[in-house]
Nanobody
Framework: QVQLVESGGGLVQPGGSLRLSCAASGIISSIGAMGWYRQAPGKQRELVASISVGGTTSYVDSVKGRFTISRDNAKKLVFLQMNSLKPEDTAIYSC???????????????WGQGTQVTVSS
């Protein structure tokens, strides 16, 4: 069974840093695009950052210059380095990946369970 498991969330002061990790496990043929989403209380979920298989990245404007997404294809990992954190970054962060299993060419989107990030003094 394919799973995505996040780690690295927590409480941090404004201006601080956190690094989120997401590990894919299970019988996996390949992994396509990967991304990090977040949802704050009372707000819609938004795509924070995404990365293609080849390493092309994109970011929502509010995190450009502060967040960096990266991946380790061999280890089936995706990371989100978050610097200069602001209170408005407080949210549940979830990783997402398009994963292909043996004999399934279409692939499916998988989600992690989410990890809480709280930015507060």
């Amino acid at each position: 069974q394919v799973q995505l498991v996040e780690s690295g969330g927590g409480l941090v002061q404004p201006g601080g840093s956190l690094r989120l990790s997401c590990a894919a496990s299970g019988i996996i043929s390949s992994i396509g695009a990967m991304g990090w989403y977040r949802q704050a209380p009372g707000k819609q979920r938004e795509l924070v950052a995404s990365i293609s298989v080849g390493g092309t990245t994109s970011y929502v404007d509010s995190v450009k210059g502060r967040f960096t997404i990266s991946r380790d294809n061999a280890k089936k990992l995706v990371f989100l380095q978050m610097n200069s954190l602001k209170p408005e970054d407080t949210a549940i962060y979830s990783c997402n990946a398009r994963i292909y299993i043996p004999l399934d060419r279409r692939g499916n989107d998988y989600w992690g369970q989410g990890t809480q990030v709280t930015v507060s003094s």
